[in-house]
């Protein structure tokens, strides 16, 4: 079957098995003829497939007289939206598809030889299978033997018997690269030869008709290689090596098992087949195929692949970066000045050497990272965040990012891609850096650039799959069109031939595979050594286990101890080669599974990062909705992570803009209406507030500190639609979002909250609560209360406390002050004299207030120590073996008062002391719990985790 790409959509097609019967009027017919293809109805369930109005559209590609050069129909539309042109036609009477159309028309194209084609719906989720191949031509020919467009191994001075039918008579001539070896007079249907080989030879025979018609058929005759085997030199490994002392050498290495043999083809050998450049097979490694080129010119530009025995030409996996056929036209000297013409005739990708060059000068050498508790990330796709769309544009907007005060810098994938204009998960190759955006020098001074502005650069990589463009599927895989495309053979070392997950798309690394994982961390290395990034997103984790299917989610969702295994695995070998670097997992999946990562390697101060999606809480809060409006596993230890491990996110690139859902679907109570613009916007600063002052890792995605509110399913023409997830979006900077007032207020505000998070260290602290759709306390479920406190500090703010009203209305909130004293709205500096822990505070709808304990002195002489000092800890939380302490003090007339999380009192009881110890049996079901002090110097709260 053909493959489809478009961005990083997974199709899920429902395939009918069985070739579907047909037929062709006239048959057989030339390419100038005008023809109709006629399909049976029954031959499709339209109720299945959920057809309206008969709507069954082609899918068609042609070939040409060989067979070869696959051109896709240029009115097919895309996979997920035929083109209408391409519908076929319904009769009701006959119960008959058809459409009529002229080849050379239809195609555009003139020498067809053949074409293909499969029915489907508009929208690709259904399909006939298998793919229908129909000959083009009164006159065919049908090679015997060999087959056509085979390889086929003859040692020199062997001969070989080549014989072929026609459908009519005909005259036949044999060419060996080029030349007329045999040719015929007397027309005949059929043909045969013996042709003895001399050497290799690109085989061409050719039938010619009474009427002049000809039709050719192609083939290869190889003569065998005799490889030398010696061990490779210490110098080089797989891929592209410098000489460290010889400008004029370098190395080459692929790792090719079940190839016969390898030759190096490229611009130092006019890219013809050369025993010059057979590689030699390692000693060590009879699998690794290595080469040294000598002679080189120091400073020149040399282009090469590598050509396998069975006629694969492949651009090295390990190369820098590539040149394209496909991507390099449309790419614009500005954004990539002198970009390297493709070497013409070549197809698919070919690497790029050039010895001697002159490393990059890195300004900052001794970047000190953020720590991984303390980060707060920007996800940024560069495509969609400049008009420009390169490095350099992006370097001009280090101000902007570093004045919002985030610390690093999260980029969607750039590793190359398949096109230019992409999210990036269609990777091909993971170790290139892709050229849409500009050199590599230029992301190098980007990099260097945020290193000296305290900001760290994170690479999300996607090591699920690689696209079909990949050296380490084309070198292995199922070719029947000889497009170069194809379903990955069952003698590829890297890939699975049968997806292990069920969120799979394209083609699936086995993470078991010791190839594979060599590969994986040659690029980590490449990413982190040479272009000096702090650390990796890793995308969808849950593929690398290889113990479900692809149409078992519930397995692949599930705890997989091979999985939980395999990325210890890579976090060891990542941390192996830059101990301090960040690895964070989109994973999404179970705490059991997720603790393993969190919590390994804590103790050497490592411990994966994991994703935790919080966008749907958080968009119900700032629409205005209590339903399913708790955000409370913000708090690490609800995962039962022992460090702040989760990254929190109320927007990423997944997920569908606040914003977008505020205005679209916003509560309204009279005047006061979430869908106005403006009002939205004051209560996306809220979201600020009860997002960054939660301690741990924060991310956010790009513009939403400026209320950005275009769907991410947003089409070029205005529409929303799931198909367009991956297309290009507005740029804010493009639409002057930066110099609204009332937009720029967004930014403003978040910058002030992420400043005070940054520059007080009581925010770094383990001990937090948060608060959020707490019925106990507040009926509306829409009031947030936040808790931080460190009683270590002895300088400064060591409490915290931030209140939210994220309903419609005016609300009288009680702040749980911790103590009465001098209290600072850390926003304004203002400075308040609390009297009473509990007496309300008005907040307006969608106001906050983020309050400090007034720090201009030590506290030594403050009120925290005074006599009226409340406090309330829990030992041991998460909480274990049906007992927990709790440790109070100052709890003058004390009561402790247990809710569960929808407000229902499980428990009270008086203290009998106002400093002690209490031993609480916890015979309560595994969840969360709210304890409450209250006494007559205030009251405290402190969540509990039964075990």
Known sequence: MKKFYSGFLLFVVACVFGQISYTITPNPFNETDNITLTVPGNQIDETAWGVVNNA???????????????????????????????????????????????????????????????LKDKTGS????????????????????PAANSLTSVPTGNSINITATTSVNATFQLKANGTVVNSTSTASTSYSYNYTVTGDASMELIATDANSNSKNSTFILQVPRNVVSEAIPSWIR?????????????????????????????????WIVNDAYLMKRDTGNPDLYWIELSGLT?????????????????????????????????????????????????????????????????????????AKENLVVYELLLRDFTQEKNWQSLINKITYLKNLNINAIELLPVME????????????????????????????????????????????????????????????????????????????????????????????????????????????????????????????????TQSCSETDEACTNAYQQDRVDILK??????????????????????????????????????????????????????????????????????????????VGYGESHDEERLMFKNLAYGAVNGAYDVKNLNTSLDRMKAFGATFFTIPGPKMIWQFGELGYEFSINRCADGSINNGCRTDEKPIAFTLGYDTNANRKAVYDTWAKIINIRNTNPVFKSKTYTVESNNLTNDPTGLITRIFVYDNTITTGVKNVVVLANYTTAAQNVVPYFPYIGQWQNLMDNSISTVT??????????????????????????????????????????????????LIYHKAKNGEIFIYDMSGKKMDSFKLTNENGTYELKTNYPSGSYLVHLKSDTGVAIQKMIVK
């Open 569 to 646: 695995y890579y976090a060891d070998r990542q941390w192996a080669l830059d101990p301090n670097s960040y690895m964070i997992f989109e994973h999404l999946g179970t705490d059991a599974e997720e603790q393993q990562w969190a919590n390994y390697r804590i103790a050497e101060g490592k411990g994966v990062m994991l994703w935790n999606n919080q966008n749907g809480p958080y968009n119900q809060n700032t629409m205005g909705y209590k339903e399913n409006s708790n955000f409370d596993r913000m708090n690490h230890t609800l995962h039962g992570f022992t460090n702040m491990s989760g």
């Open 56 to 118: 069954i559209y082609i899918w068609t590609w042609s070939l040409d007289t060989n067979y070869q050069n696959s051109q896709d129909c240029p009115t097919n539309g895309s996979w997920n939206s035929s083109n209408e042109l391409n519908r076929l036609n319904y009769n009701s009477t006959t119960d008959t598809y058809s459409l009529t159309f002229t080849p050379t028309t239809f195609y555009g194209r003139t020498g067809i030889g053949r074409f293909g084609f499969l």
């Open 417 to 544: 891609f398949e096109g230019n204009l992409s999210w990036g998960y269609n990777t091909s190759f993971h170790y290139a850096l892709d050229k849409a955006y500009g050199t590599p020098e230029k992301f190098k001074e980007f990099i260097d650039l945020c290193h000296q502005n305290g900001i760290a650069v994170i690479l999300d990589i996607a090591f699920n799959h690689a696209t079909g463009r990949s050296p380490l599927v084309r070198l292995w895989n199922v070719d029947p069109d000889g497009d170069g495309y194809g379903d990955v053979a069952a003698n590829n070392p890297y890939f699975n031939t049968v997806p292990k997950h069920s969120y799979n798309v394209f083609n699936d690394f086995n993470h078991t595979s010791a190839s594979t994982k060599y590969y994986v961390e040659r690029c980590l290395q490449q990413w982190l050594l040479e272009y000096h990034v702090d650390g990796f997103r890793w995308d969808l984790t849950k593929g690398f």
């Open 126 to 145: 259904h399909q006939t299978s298998p793919d229908i191949f129909v000959n083009v031509g009164v006159l065919n020919l049908n090679l015997t033997n």
């Open 298 to 370: 120091p400073q020149q530009l040399y282009t090469f692949q590598y050509r396998t025995n069975d006629l694969r030409k492949v651009a090295d996996p390990y190369s820098p970066q590539i040149l394209s056929s496909y991507d390099d036209q449309y790419i614009s000297s500005t954004t990539y000045p002198n970009l390297p013409a493709f070497p013409a005739g070549q197809g698919f990708e070919v690497s790029m050497f050039k010895t001697g060059q002159t490393p990059y000068n890195w300004q900052t050498t001794n970047f000190q990272r953020p």
């Open 836 to 885: 009473s822990t509990t007496a309300p505070i008005l907040l307006q709808p969608g106001e906050f207030r983020i309050f400090g304990n007034y720090a201009s002195t030590t506290l030594s002489t403050m009120n925290v120590n005074s006599e009226n000092t409340l406090s309330l800890q829990i030992g041991d939380n998460p909480v274990k073996n049906g007992s927990a302490k």
């Open 238 to 270: 797989q891929g592209i090596n410098y000489h460290p002392t010889d400008n004029t050498k370098v190395g080459l290495a692929l790792y090719a098992p079940t190839k016969n043999f390898v030759h190096v083809i490229g611009s130092f050998n006019n």
